[in-house]
């Protein structure tokens, strides 16, 4: 195989959070977007980031550019942002997207 068949632009695929307690509080199962693959310095970036509270604002700022509607725009900007529960919700499901 060559490794140019193994090139292709990032496609969005939707991500769906289904957890118990936010559908039931907000009437429905809630959905963004993300790419189903990164530029290897994002994904460094990610991988650098240590298990603690003193990273969780990096770890953060760095799902907030990955939280995307359908065309791919962030969801989340300075003068945008989600409840507490939906966000720690969306970077949970951002973590395991990119752990794939």
């Known amino acids: 195989m060559k490794l140019e068949?193994?090139?292709s632009e990032p496609k969005?695929?939707?991500v769906v959070i289904d957890d118990a307690k936010i559908v039931e509080e907000f009437?429905?199962?809630i959905e963004f977007h993300v790419?189903?693959?990164q530029p290897l310095d994002k994904f460094i970036q990610f991988a650098n980031q240590k298990p603690g509270e003193s990273d969780f604002p990096?770890?953060?700022a760095f799902c907030k550019e990955m939280i995307l509607n359908e065309k791919?725009?962030?969801v989340v900007s300075d003068n945008k942002v989600l409840p507490t529960k939906v966000m720690?919700?969306?970077v949970q499901k951002?973590?395991?997207q990119l752990g794939k």
């Open 5 to 7: 068949n193994l090139a």
């Open 12 to 14: 969005l695929i939707k």
């Open 27 to 29: 009437g429905e199962e």
């Open 35 to 37: 790419f189903d693959k």
């Open 58 to 60: 990096k770890l953060l």
């Open 72 to 74: 791919g725009e962030p």
């Open 88 to 90: 720690i919700a969306c």
């Open 94 to 96: 951002v973590v395991e």
